[in-house]
Each structure stands twice: as structure tokens, then as C-alpha cells.
């Protein structure tokens, strides 16, 4: 039986096998116990949205054709993709939601929607058919039909891509621990190996491969695996472009947030932040010309659907305006360094490590500690404290101040530090 479990799993180094049957297992009864709390969809109404639950404190889109003035838009979707600095938009959406006291759709027990399962209603703590949200913005597996039916109908829909080259390294480092057909590559440069021969170490459907490929295409819903030359790769990126009203792009973050607080009706304080889930610099594998080839070709339908949302992402920008853009980056890089100097100790994020208080550690890759934190000064004036709190407070810690009960999140962190 051990074999056949370690053989299932892609695992073929004896040593490693009982610790990794045992890692298989205790997975694998946390998704039980989940499973046993979230109700099954076929219970759920089709009930959709009922705009009359939503709170008093509801903002909806609208402009006065007179002054040119706007309202903050409060109905937002955020499809929060991986390894895409979409946790710092996050912290962003938080802190909006928190301040203007909007109704979030949370998931329940953990920090995610049950991703990589598809999205369904009924991962939504203490879902009520026909019950309405403001703010749907936690990871998940997409699904539109499923998410419209929490949301207004006005509900603005955004999300950011990043370049697929610099995507992969980062998955691959991140996740590479939790997927077995990884564990087999002796080399010392892991990811050059998988990518001068990736078939040697991916099979479709295998678990946790979808880290490995198209990303991007699998955390839209889409089929991961489809060769970029497929018309229904194009296909899937029109469709996506039908349902989303602003996609942003990691590599021109703060021009992306310019663009959000316009289309947003936000204020450029809505917008400040300090990154989250950054990685220590030693950790980033430099991907030479011809690796970042092959990373691209390899994660050839992600590749398109970049291309495609670069494109119409510098658009909008030219419809707003170039020289507009670059005076609005200055004041955002001159408030963002104001407040850097304001709440943090150092001036500069720190190795886990060095982090001082517990609730600005950042969640850890399995078998690491490359992501940085902050420590917050202790002189902040007491109007900018909770301020400065709510900038330094990583996603799980934020999810339990807004109300999460965290508990399967918190299990598998002790889990995987127990493990490795």
C-alpha cells in the first residue's frame, strides 16, 4: 500500500515516502472536515442577488454630467490570481471595505474559496440563498455564473495579470514543495530543469500540477492545458474581457492603481500601500533569455491572454491620459514614501525572523521562510496607528480582524512547520 501511495503521488525516493504519505493524509482529512461543514450545492436555491439586503452603506457607480463629479464605487469583484502582487491589492480592498463598513463574502475556516475546486455559493460563510455582497475578493477557482448571483448587478469586475515568465519562477518556487512531480528533479537549478524537459516531470490532472501551467488560464476557470494555438484559447480571452471591466498588470502596479482609483471613483488615499508578500532577494532564480523562452512558450495560453490584456491595459491608459499618468505616479510614490517613513521601522520590510509582533508575519511557502514582513514603529501618532496597522496586517491576519474564523488555515500552518 505504501508503493502504490508513493508511486500515485510521483514520489520515487524511498526516504522521502512515509513523510510524504503522512503529509498526503493529513491533507486529505482537513478537506474532509471541511467538506463535512460546507453545504452541498445542490440544497442552495437559484436565488440571485436580492439588492434590497444590501446595507446603507452600499456606494454605487455614478457621475454628474454637470460638475464631472463621481461617487466611490463600493460593488467590487476582485479576482484575486496568484503570485500576481494581487495581495497587496487585497490589503487595498480591505482596507476600503473596513472603512466604508461594506459587506464582504468570505469564505469560511480558511483564506480561500476551497480553491482549486470551481467556486460555488456555498463556499461563502453563512451563505442565505438570495443573499447580497458588496466585496467578493479572496482566492478562488473562477466561475462567472456563480459569482454574479452575490453580487449587484452594477458590481465593477477586476482583476491583474502578470508577465508569465516572471509568474512561473515565482510559482514554482513558492508551490514546488507541495507538488510531487517536482520532488524527483535532483538538479541543483530545480525550475532550468523543468523547463528544459517539462514533460518529464508534468502530467495533466496530476496533483497540484495546474501550479505548473498556465496559471492564469486555470485560476479563470479555464482548461490550463490547452496549446496556445487552440481557438478556444482566444475564444476563452474574449470572453473574459466581456466580464471584466479593468484588468491590471503587475509589471506597471502603480500606473494599474491610477487606473483603479479612476474607474473606482476612489481618492488617491484609497490607494496607498506597502507590498505584501514580498520575497527576499536571494530566493528570486534570475531567468536567463533563453529560460525565460522556454517559461513563456511552456505557459503559452497565459502568454496570450498577457498580450492580449497588456494591450488594452495601455489603452486606457492613453485614454487617460500620459502626462496625466506620470504627475499622478509622482503623487502616489511621494504619498506611498510619506507613509513607508510614517509606519514603518527601518524604513524597510525584514526576513520573518526579524519581525517583532506576530501579527505582521507573513504566511511562508512550505519548507521556507523567503517572504518579508514589516515592523511598525512605535512612535506613530495615535491618528495614523490604526492606519499604519491596517497597511502592515498580511491577509490572514486581516481576515481574522474583519471576522474569519481561520481555523483550517491555521491547522495547515501548523501542519507544513510541523512537517518540514
Known amino acids: 500500500m505504501t508503493t502504490v501511495l508513493c508511486r500515485m503521488l510521483a514520489v520515487t525516493r524511498k526516504p522521502k515516502c512515509t513523510a510524504v504519505i503522512l503529509w498526503f493524509l493529513l491533507v486529505n482529512i482537513m478537506l474532509a472536515l471541511?467538506?463535512?461543514?460546507?453545504?452541498?450545492?445542490?440544497?442552495?436555491?437559484?436565488?440571485?442577488?436580492?439588492?434590497?439586503?444590501?446595507?446603507?452603506n452600499l456606494t454605487r457607480p455614478s457621475r454628474s454630467i454637470q460638475t464631472g463629479q463621481c461617487s466611490p464605487v463600493g460593488n467590487i469583484m476582485f479576482m484575486k490570481t496568484h503570485k500576481t502582487a494581487s495581495s497587496t491589492l487585497l490589503n487595498i480592498i480591505f482596507r476600503f471595505g473596513q472603512?466604508?463598513?461594506?459587506?464582504?463574502?468570505?469564505?469560511?475556516?480558511?483564506?480561500?474559496?476551497?480553491?482549486?475546486?470551481p467556486f460555488r455559493r456555498s463556499q461563502v460563510k453563512d451563505y442565505q440563498p438570495g443573499e447580497c455582497f458588496n466585496i467578493l475578493c479572496n482566492h478562488m477557482r473562477f466561475q462567472h455564473q456563480?459569482?454574479?448571483?452575490?453580487?449587484?448587478?452594477?458590481?465593477?469586475?477586476?482583476?491583474?495579470?502578470?508577465?508569465?515568465?516572471?509568474?512561473?519562477?515565482?510559482?514554482?518556487?513558492?508551490?514546488?514543495?507541495?507538488?510531487?512531480?517536482?520532488?524527483?528533479?535532483?538538479?541543483?537549478?530545480?525550475?532550468?530543469?523543468?523547463?528544459?524537459?517539462?514533460?518529464?516531470?508534468?502530467?495533466?490532472?496530476?496533483?497540484?500540477?495546474?501550479?505548473?501551467?498556465?496559471?492564469?488560464?486555470?485560476?479563470?476557470?479555464?482548461?490550463?492545458?490547452?496549446d496556445?494555438?487552440?481557438?478556444?484559447?482566444?475564444?476563452?480571452?474574449?470572453?473574459?474581457?466581456?466580464?471584466?471591466?479593468?484588468?491590471?498588470i503587475a509589471e506597471h502596479f502603480e500606473e494599474s492603481l491610477i487606473l483603479l482609483k479612476e474607474t473606482l471613483c476612489w481618492t488617491t488615499e484609497d490607494i496607498l500601500y506597502l507590498e505584501q508578500n514580498v520575497r527576499k532577494k536571494s530566493s528570486v532564480t534570475r531567468l536567463t533569455p533563453e529560460l525565460r523562452a522556454r517559461a513563456l512558450r511552456w505557459n503559452g495560453a497565459d502568454w496570450k491572454l498577457y498580450q492580449h490584456f497588456n494591450t488594452t491595459f495601455w489603452t486606457k491608459v492613453e485614454a487617460y491620459g500620459r502626462e496625466k499618468m506620470k504627475q499622478q505616479v509622482v503623487e502616489l510614490r511621494r504619498r506611498n514614501a510619506e507613509m513607508k517613513a510614517i509606519c514603518i521601522e527601518g524604513g524597510e520590510a525584514v526576513e520573518a525572523q526579524m519581525i517583532h509582533d506576530r501579527r505582521f508575519l507573513p504566511w511562508q511557502p512550505v519548507g521556507?521562510?523567503?517572504?518579508?514582513?514589516?515592523?511598525?514603529?512605535?512612535?506613530?501618532?495615535?491618528?495614523?496607528?490604526?492606519?499604519?496597522?491596517?497597511?502592515?496586517?498580511?491577509e490572514i491576519q486581516f481576515l481574522a480582524d474583519l471576522g474569519v474564523n481561520m481555523w483550517l488555515t491555521r491547522l495547515w500552518g501548523w501542519l507544513k512547520d510541523a512537517i518540514y
Open 368 to 394: 521556507g521562510k523567503s517572504i518579508l514582513g514589516y515592523n511598525m514603529r512605535n512612535d506613530i501618532d495615535a491618528k495614523l496607528r490604526t492606519v499604519c496597522e491596517r497597511m502592515l496586517t498580511p
Open 99 to 117: 472603512k466604508h463598513q461594506l459587506k464582504f463574502a468570505f469564505p469560511d475556516g480558511r483564506n480561500d474559496f476551497f480553491y482549486p475546486s
Open 34 to 56: 471541511y467538506y463535512m461543514k460546507v453545504p452541498s450545492q445542490d440544497s442552495l436555491q437559484e436565488d440571485t442577488c436580492a439588492l434590497n439586503m444590501l446595507s446603507k
Open 228 to 248: 496556445p494555438d487552440d481557438e478556444k484559447v482566444m475564444e476563452s480571452i474574449l470572453d473574459l474581457s466581456t466580464r471584466f471591466h479593468l484588468v491590471l
Open 146 to 226: 456563480e459569482v454574479a448571483k452575490l453580487l449587484p448587478p452594477d458590481a465593477i469586475y477586476v482583476t491583474i495579470l502578470r508577465n508569465p515568465a516572471n509568474l512561473f519562477e515565482s510559482s514554482f518556487h513558492y508551490y514546488h514543495r507541495v507538488i510531487p512531480f517536482t520532488w524527483s528533479i535532483s538538479a541543483e537549478n530545480k525550475m532550468a530543469a523543468f523547463l528544459k524537459s517539462p514533460w518529464e516531470y508534468y502530467s495533466m490532472g496530476a496533483y497540484n500540477s495546474f501550479y505548473l501551467r498556465n496559471l492564469l488560464f486555470f485560476d479563470f476557470g479555464l482548461d490550463n492545458n490547452l
